[in-house]
């Protein structure tokens, strides 16, 4: 699907933030607008609009941090929910080899039956001087039948375990590539708060 996914968009914008255009610009300049506000004179009424408009400044960054939160526990979530995913496949892989396995014994059951049915009807025929084609033909094509049949399910069986197999690749490749998201806006969020020092100090 072509759209932007959610997770690009988070990306985007925590790096939009590192650059200082989101809420470590916020609270550079209210930082600066403090420091100001306590330097410099003025009268109550302009003390109390700086005042207001610092509380403002203050209140958005509650917000967005409020907001990243929200987006980490959202994270945590659906790491849990991939690992429940990760769980089921594996489950679901294992069931997928042990129905081949039984398939397999089904179709060596099935070729003894029919070798020992044809020892049989060679028997039959050594013993009648006139054995029933008819019948020991259908019976080889009742056989042939049931053998196509469970050749058939082991095809089957064989599909889907291949489907499964790149299923879970898809869902290895997914989680491996939110870690590394994570791995980042963590490293991203660190360097941002090694430089707010040196801002600040301005």
């Known amino acids: 699907m072509g759209a932007v996914t959610d997770d690009e968009v988070i990306r985007k914008r925590l790096l939009i933030d590192g650059d200082g255009a989101g809420d470590d610009r916020r609270i550079n300049v209210l930082l600066k607008g403090f420091v100001k506000w306590c330097n410099t004179p003025s009268s109550p009424e302009e003390g ?8 403002g400044t203050l209140a958005q960054c509650e917000f967005s941090m409020g907001k990243t939160l929200m987006v980490y526990d959202m994270n945590l979530r659906e790491m849990e929910n ?3 995913i990760y769980t089921n496949i594996e489950q679901n892989i ?4 042990e129905k081949i396995a039984e398939c ?3 179709i060596q059951r099935a070729k003894r039956i029919r070798k020992n049915r044809q020892e049989y009807d060679a028997l039959a025929k050594v013993i009648q001087q006139h054995p ?3 019948e ?5 094509e009742a056989l042939d039948k049931e ?5 058939h399910i082991k095809e089957n069986v064989d599909a889907k375990l291949e489907l499964r197999k790149k299923q879970f690749h898809v869902l290895l490749s997914t ?3 939110l870690q590394q998201t994570l791995e980042d806006d963590e490293k991203s969020d660190d360097d941002n708060d090694q430089g707010s020092p040196g801002t600040s100090g301005e």
Do not use: G, N, P, V
């Open 104 to 106: 397999k014994k089904e």
């Open 48 to 55: 109390f609009t700086h005042y207001q408009r610092m509380l």
């Open 136 to 140: 020991t033909l259908k019976q080889l």
């Open 94 to 97: 294992t069931s997928a080899h």
């Open 147 to 151: 053998l196509q049949h469970l050749s």
């Open 132 to 134: 029933d084609r008819h």
């Open 82 to 84: 991939y690992e429940t």
């Open 175 to 177: 989680i491996q590539e």
